[in-house]
């Protein structure tokens, strides 16, 4: 695990809610009387516009699902390694800077320690793992 990928963590979750959100208005978009996903095909070919729009949205819901599960995929990693940290005070400067979205001197202030002693005990703590695993 490196500090990148630790601190990617909100970003993903930050699309991911993107993605959500995108997928809900897809999911209640309204053409005419009837929902996208009540969309059926019946033939290989498509004259009717409405459903070409319908069928381009439902692909598109698609795609937004499959990079959701990527996502997922990643913070689920983010997660199973915070899950081995063995190091209490660790764990708990990782979980309030890269989970909670703190900044270095707001992790500082919660934990009575310096910015720069916080920084340093995370950093060694992966490199030591990162060597450990080599």
Not at 56 to 69: C, P, R, W
Not at 82 to 100: A, C, G, M, P, Q
Not at 105 to 120: M, Q
Request: aromatic share 6%; net charge neutral; glycine share 2%.
């Amino acid at each position: 695990m490196t500090i990148d990928k630790l601190a990617s963590y909100s970003h993903l979750k930050k699309e991911i809610e993107q993605i959500d959100s995108t997928i809900y208005e897809l999911e209640n978009t309204i053409i005419g009387s009837s929902k996208i996903s009540e969309v059926s095909i019946f033939s290989g070919k498509i004259s009717n516009p409405t459903e070409q729009l319908g069928i381009k949205l439902s692909k598109l819901k698609e795609k937004l699902n499959l990079k959701k599960e990527e996502l997922l995929a990643k913070l689920d990693e983010i997660e199973v390694f915070l899950s081995t940290v063995t190091d209490l005070e660790v764990s708990t400067i990782i979980r309030i800077k890269y989970i909670n979205c703190k900044s270095w001197n707001d992790v500082a202030n919660e934990l009575y320690i310096d910015r720069t002693t916080a920084y340093k005990k995370v950093k060694s703590y992966l490199e030591k793992v990162s060597v450990n695993n080599e």
